[in-house]
């Protein structure tokens, strides 16, 4: 792990404070939709855990070491059981069919190979299970898209990963998922850039 993982762990719960207020419907939308045995992939330091029911069987993937003992601290004042299985979305170490949700918030935008993460999902969702996404996307404005780009190395650069410009709705719209159902909207944070993004459901 290098010191820029170390570093993202250390400063995401203060950065994201700054919009967390308004990402808060969207973890409802998410995770608080969520029953049975469920998967997050890219569990972060755990921003999710307040938002899902009581009875599910919560089980996270995450990578970054310093992420997650942030997220275990979380879960332990929390009063909250969660599996955290150190390992990435790409190759998701369980077997096809085994839970009934998986969610992402906010993960998409940064993993190596997004069509993979996905379509792993895919696999690991029960039939008329539930993928539940929000995440921030490319836009569909030409102008808006161009700008994107154009600021994305940088932007990668300071956020240690993150891309301004993926068609995560497009990637997930070709997983083979049975129906995908999503809105999507802008979340501007005073920035010169506007951040489009999508909250939904796959039905796999
Ligand atoms: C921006 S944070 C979001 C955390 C949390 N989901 C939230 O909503 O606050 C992205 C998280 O994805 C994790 N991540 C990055 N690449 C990943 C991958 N390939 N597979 C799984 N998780 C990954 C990062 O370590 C980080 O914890």
Same mark, same amino acid.
């Given at each position: 792990?290098?010191?820029?993982?170390?570093?993202?762990?250390?400063?995401?719960?203060?950065?994201?404070?700054?919009?967390?207020?308004?990402?808060?419907?969207?973890?409802?939308?998410?995770?608080?939709?969520?029953?049975?045995?469920?998967?997050?992939?890219?569990?972060?330091?755990?921003?999710?855990?307040?938002?899902? =029911?009581?009875?599910?069987?919560?089980?996270?993937?995450? =990578?970054? =070491?310093?992420?997650?003992?942030?997220?275990?601290?979380?879960?332990?004042?929390?009063?909250?059981?969660?599996?955290?299985?150190?390992?990435?979305?790409?190759?998701?170490?369980?077997?096809?069919?085994? #839970?009934?949700?998986?969610?992402?918030?906010?993960?998409? %935008?940064?993993?190596?190979?997004?069509?993979?993460?996905?379509?792993?999902?895919?696999?690991?969702?029960?039939?008329?299970?539930?993928?539940?996404?929000?995440?921030?996307?490319?836009?569909?404005?030409?102008?808006?898209?161009?700008?994107?780009?154009?600021?994305?190395?940088?932007?990668?650069?300071?956020?240690?990963? %993150?891309?301004?410009?993926?068609?995560?709705? /497009?990637?997930?719209?070709?997983? /083979?998922?049975?129906?995908?159902?999503?809105?999507? #909207?802008?979340?501007?944070?005073?920035?010169?850039?506007?951040?489009?993004?999508?909250?939904?459901?796959?039905?796999?």
């Amino acid at each position: 792990m290098s010191l820029s993982d170390r570093l993202f762990a250390a400063f995401y719960d203060v950065l994201n404070s700054v919009v967390e207020g308004r990402v808060e419907p969207y973890r409802r939308e998410t995770a608080g939709k969520t029953w049975g045995d469920v998967l997050e992939i890219g569990g972060g330091t755990g921003a999710n855990l307040p938002y899902y =029911p009581p009875d599910v069987r919560l089980t996270m993937v995450e =990578p970054n =070491p310093h992420m997650t003992k942030r997220l275990n601290r979380r879960a332990k004042k929390l009063g909250r059981a969660v599996e955290v299985v150190p390992d990435v979305g790409e190759k998701l170490p369980f077997d096809d069919a085994s #839970f009934d949700c998986v969610v992402t918030t906010l993960v998409l %935008c940064m993993v190596d190979d997004l069509d993979r993460v996905v379509s792993e999902a895919r696999r690991v969702i029960r039939p008329g299970g539930s993928f539940l996404f929000y995440e921030h996307v490319v836009s569909s404005n030409g102008a808006m898209r161009r700008w994107q780009r154009l600021l994305n190395p940088a932007w990668r650069f300071a956020t240690t990963g %993150c891309n301004l410009d993926r068609d995560i709705a /497009g990637a997930i719209r070709a997983a /083979g998922f049975r129906r995908v159902e999503l809105t999507s #909207f802008d979340l501007s944070v005073g920035l010169p850039v506007t951040i489009p993004n999508i909250v939904g459901a796959a039905e796999a």
